[in-house]
């Protein structure tokens, strides 16, 4: 079993170096696949997060610490479609930290076979027989950022209703039932914002037989007055397609002209 | 061109993995042609690498500069521009083909004239009908080089691609003439003016790009097409591939984005059929966006003729060319036109943000308008520019907390998906069914509300016939991945010591549940890789990519010849040709505008340190990287007398001021200036916000920097707002345009 507190060497044996520099990681022709500073380089680490395992580099044994999960998904810091490495907490399912995917073609090169197993995965970022340093997971600066980005403390968690003019920046947490029920009935929404107002709810538009303007009526059913501007490049986009088109709307959009 | 290696909205890791080992060892060089140099994976500091600063807005003409290159020293190859069809091509061993011989009708008073010659205007009998086709197969019209006489151009093995004549009484050229033409406009030394480059560049690479057989490449680097004039330095991508026939060929132009069927009709289920789908379609419904319609074709147009109006104009400008573009729906919201969006979904995603010249307070008003939106509900993590705007925001889940799958991005040419999957619990609220928030239980729950097909009970059909119920995320995505997992070999089940590394017995029971039994333990394994990839040797075939489909490259674009502009009656051209960014109406924008008083132009590129609209919010990459710049030449700071760190002041000619630090720098070209974007916020954690009373201060540090201000376009009716974009296309004015630069 390895121990959380690792000194500073072995933890960049075991990790080789996390994909924290982008070019650095990069096995280069004609330049030593080699990592190794002086020991007195590194002081002992007292901080820092429990490392997934530990490889020897000279025998290439693997000692995985059970105590953290690596799960292989995909990253999401743009729209590069890269793979990204999510090492979880096992008790708590906490989020340690963000790295690459050794199966992965944006982040390994090669890239590891998808029959290896993973414990050719967690060989592959070390030095263990010459593996490590050549292929190797890593994502940029943006897909580690997701964490921190993802961390902050003002994230959405409750469905909101503004409680003051449209942009003002007041809200109320309203629960989840009330959310759907007040957009999909519609009726006087914001009575207590001071608007007298009828607002037309996803029910009252949901007419996919009568032309929203009679006059012209290419321009498709009352329906296709539902818009949706969302989706990236996120493989999930699909989901706000089926919606829009099951509502009877062709109006999706993706990021693709932003 | 047009963009760093890696710079580009590539995988940049992947790129600088593959390319780095072979500039080292010499295998390959790269010239970069950007105005600005900096943020790839490659630095000019590496072997192999040469820079090209180009002068922004200029991509065609450094291309046909090429192309005019190529032309003359006649090193094009003529075999492959002479096979008017895929079987042809494919049969003298390449993998795609280009229309240079199909014949384009010349003749003004024809009723066909611009169209590309069709089997009935030669007097040519059609082959029959292939009874399977679902739609009508166009048959062009090409000269046999063997006969010299007309022909079909699918019975035709070779044709000529530079005739000019008569057919049938008609006058007729072949489309490559047309690039002829266009390329052989301008001399080479023209070209080198208009580009701030040289003609020694243009020849080195166009003696180069004809030297290796098919194993040349011309790529679009993203933020090419992000300028009012992006649509011809896209054309200029396949051009320069058509005249060496390397598109799809091993070495070359390689195929990418390859992938299996996944969320879509796959090998296990039909994820994108949905039996009693409403029938709307663009066949009967128009896209708010104005895309894939001309002016001329819509009930508006026909009913103000027929009320007697002459030559109507449209409030907006309409786009045949792209399917969508998501810059341009905001634009028709704010304007309701050509009608009102009553309900405005806005799914993290920041279009305002994101749209250079759409972040203004003419925009904002509008959309705070509740008569011009009447409900706008979003759904996110964080409250962005446009869930500001919102009534309503439905919390979402994070990357680490969701599910997609997505096809493989990045020049790659090897095949498979990526698939993410909810490796941790989501921190939205639990409901009282047991699901978390998130946009997927909204859309379900919406849908159920109003009785919609393709959400509840029986949603989904797998492809043998057994329906199933989709309420949740993982309903969805998880057959998505059976799909994938059983895609032509199907992988192995999960081994028990990966099911145990990965703690996969601990995951929900309705994902077990949500496949059948001898799919689990597949889906286990393609979850526990996070996607599947096939090996890269079986992505190539005989020297062509393995995945090569028919491919057509066009020397002349029949869609967009027949594209009259309602306001000025001008046709745009049908082939390749440097034209200088223009307004909506095709009025150069340097006719409207003086470039003495708006001598620069801008170079709108993806930051480092950000990504689009995300990320400003990360104290880390704050801590990394401030602010953005307004990035000076040298020269040019100099003559205006701006030293590094000075506050400077650009304007444009519609009046929007961006306050910025200068950084003054080698690696911009003259006369423009570099920014990033993702800067410059106005929310997304900068405003305050105050939830049931309690107030949240803003951050200021999340607004730094400057967002960067399009023009808007001053040739509509007063009141219309349109950010500068591609007359073509609608892509934003990204890069480009006019501006002037003072010290502050």
């Known amino acids: ?258 | 061109m047009g963009a760093f290696p890696g710079s580009n909205g590539k995988s940049f890791q992947g790129i600088a993995k593959r390319t780095l080992d072979r500039l080292q060892t010499g295998e390959c060089t790269i010239d970069v042609v950007d105005p600005v140099l900096g943020n790839g994976c490659v630095t000019p500091t590496a072997k192999g690498i040469t820079w090209v600063p180009i002068k922004t807005a200029t991509n065609a003409a450094f291309a046909l500069g090429i192309v005019r290159k190529i032309l003359e020293d006649k090193t094009y190859n003529a075999t492959f521009l002479s096979y008017p069809n895929y079987q042809s091509a494919f049969a003298g061993g390449f993998a795609s083909y280009t229309n240079a011989s199909h014949l384009v009708i010349v003749d003004e008073n024809h009723p066909n004239y611009r169209k590309l010659m069709r089997a009935a205007d030669a007097g040519l009998e059609e082959p029959p009908a292939d009874p399977k086709a679902t739609t009508p197969v166009p048959y062009y019209v090409v000269i046999d080089q063997a006969t010299g006489q007309p022909a079909i151009h699918t019975q035709s093995d070779a044709a000529q691609f530079e005739y000019e004549g008569e057919v049938n009484g008609v006058k007729v050229r072949s489309s490559f003439l047309f690039l002829k033409d266009n390329a052989f406009e301008h001399t080479l030394d023209e070209y080198a003016e208009i580009t701030g480059t040289s003609v020694a560049t243009m020849e080195r690479i166009a003696k180069e790009f004809v030297s290796h057989g098919t194993k040349a490449s011309a790529r679009l680097g993203f933020g090419g097409s992000a300028t009012a004039n992006g649509t011809t330095g896209v054309l200029a991508y396949p051009a320069l591939n058509g005249l060496i026939g390397s598109a799809q060929m091993t070495g070359g132009c390689n195929c990418y984005r390859i992938g299996s069927k996944t969320t879509t009709d796959g090998d296990r289920y039909k994820l994108a059929t949905v039996k009693g789908k409403p029938a709307v379609s663009a066949k009967n419904a128009t896209y708010i966006c104005r895309t894939q319609k001309l002016f001329s074709q819509t009930d508006e147009y026909k009913a103000r003729v027929a009320a007697g109006e002459k030559d109507p104009k449209p409030k907006l400008p309409w786009l045949n060319v792209p399917s969508t573009s998501d810059n341009q729906a905001l634009v028709s919201i704010v304007n309701e036109y050509p009608y009102q969006a009553k309900i405005l979904v806005s799914w993290m995603t920041n279009t305002i943000q994101a749209s250079s010249g759409a972040l203004r307070d003419s925009v904002i008003e509008k959309l705070k308008d509740t008569s011009v939106v009447p409900l706008h509900i979003a759904c996110d993590a964080f409250i962005g520019e446009h869930a500001q705007l919102a009534d309503y925001i439905v919390p979402d889940t994070t990357p680490f907390e969701s599910f997609g799958l997505v096809t493989q991005e990045g020049y790659w040419r090897g095949k498979g998906n990526t698939v993410r999957w909810q490796a941790k619990q989501p921190s939205t609220i639990e409901l009282s069914d047991g699901r978390f928030a998130s946009f997927e239980a909204f859309c379900v729950d919406v849908a159920k509300a109003c009785d919609m097909p393709g959400f509840g009970d029986n949603a989904i059909e797998a492809t043998d016939g057994t329906s199933y119920p989709l309420n949740d995320a993982a309903d969805f995505f998880l057959k998505a991945v059976a799909n994938l997992a059983f895609a032509e070999e199907p992988v192995a089940d999960v081994r028990d010591e990966d099911v145990k590394l990965q703690a996969l017995d601990e995951l929900p029971a309705a994902w077990k549940e949500a496949v059948t039994p001898e799919e689990w333990p597949k889906v286990l394994n393609v979850l526990s890789r996070g996607g599947r990839f096939w090996p890269i040797e079986t992505s190539q075939k005989n020297g062509r990519s393995a995945y090569a489909k028919e491919y057509l490259i066009q020397y002349y674009s029949e869609k967009k010849a027949l594209n009259k502009n309602p306001y000025s009656g001008v046709h745009p051209d049908a082939a390749l040709r440097y034209v200088p960014e223009d307004f909506c109406d095709r009025t150069p924008i340097a006719e409207v505008y003086s470039e003495q008083e708006w001598p620069f132009r801008s170079t709108n590129y993806k930051p480092r340190f950000r990504s689009i609209s995300m990320q400003a919010n990360s104290p880390i990459m704050r801590d990394l990287c401030e602010k953005n710049y307004l990035e000076l030449n040298l020269d040019d700071a100099a003559e205006l007398g701006i030293k590094d760190g000075d506050t400077v002041r650009i304007t444009n000619p519609t009046g929007d001021v961006m306050t910025g630090e200068a950084m003054v720098r080698a690696g911009i070209a003259r006369s423009t200036f570099g920014v990033a974007y993702g800067y410059g916020h106005h929310a997304y954690g900068a405003q305050d916000a105050e939830i049931d009373g309690t107030l949240a201060k803003g951050d200021p540090a999340i607004a730094a920097g400057v967002h960067l201000q399009t023009m808007l376009d001053p040739m509509l009716e007063d009141g219309v707002i349109y950010p500068h974009a591609d007359s073509d296309a609608g892509s934003p004015g990204r890069s480009g345009g006019m501006y002037n630069i003072e010290k502050a």
């Open chain 1, 1 to 258: 079993m390895a121990s959380i507190n690792l000194d500073r060497r072995s933890f960049l044996k075991a990790a080789g170096g996390l994909g924290a520099l982008s070019i650095a990681g990069v096995g280069i022709a004609g330049q030593p696949h080699k990592a190794h500073a002086e020991d007195a380089a590194f002081p002992e680490q007292k901080h820092g997060q429990p490392i997934e395992a530990t490889v020897d580099p000279e025998t290439g044994k693997l000692d995985i610490n059970d105590d953290v999960v690596v799960r292989y998904s995909a990253c999401l810091g743009c729209y590069s479609s890269c793979g990204n490495r999510l090492k979880l907490d096992r008790a708590s399912g906490r989020l340690i930290s963000v790295g690459g995917n050794p199966y992965h073609p944006s982040c390994a090169y090669p890239y590891l076979d998808f029959d290896e197993p993973l414990s050719e995965a967690y060989q592959s970022m070390g030095f263990a027989s010459g593996k490590g340093n050549l292929t190797r997971g890593t994502v940029c600066g943006r897909g580690q950022a997701t964490q921190d980005v993802y961390a902050q403390p003002n994230r959405i968690t409750a469905p909101l209703k503004r409680a003051g003019k449209r942009g003002e920046g007041k809200w109320k947490a309203i629960g989840w039932d009330e959310l759907i029920k007040e957009v999909t009935e519609g009726g006087k929404l914001f009575a207590d914002a001071g608007e007298d107002r009828e607002v037309e709810g996803f029910k009252a538009l949901h007419d996919t037989e009568t032309p929203l303007n009679p006059a012209q009526p290419d321009l498709g059913p009352v329906s296709n007055q539902f818009v949706m501007l969302g989706g990236r490049g996120d493989g999930r986009t699909t989901i706000g397609t089926r919606f829009t088109n099951c509502f009877g709307s062709l109006n999706q959009y993706g990021h693709g002209s932003t």
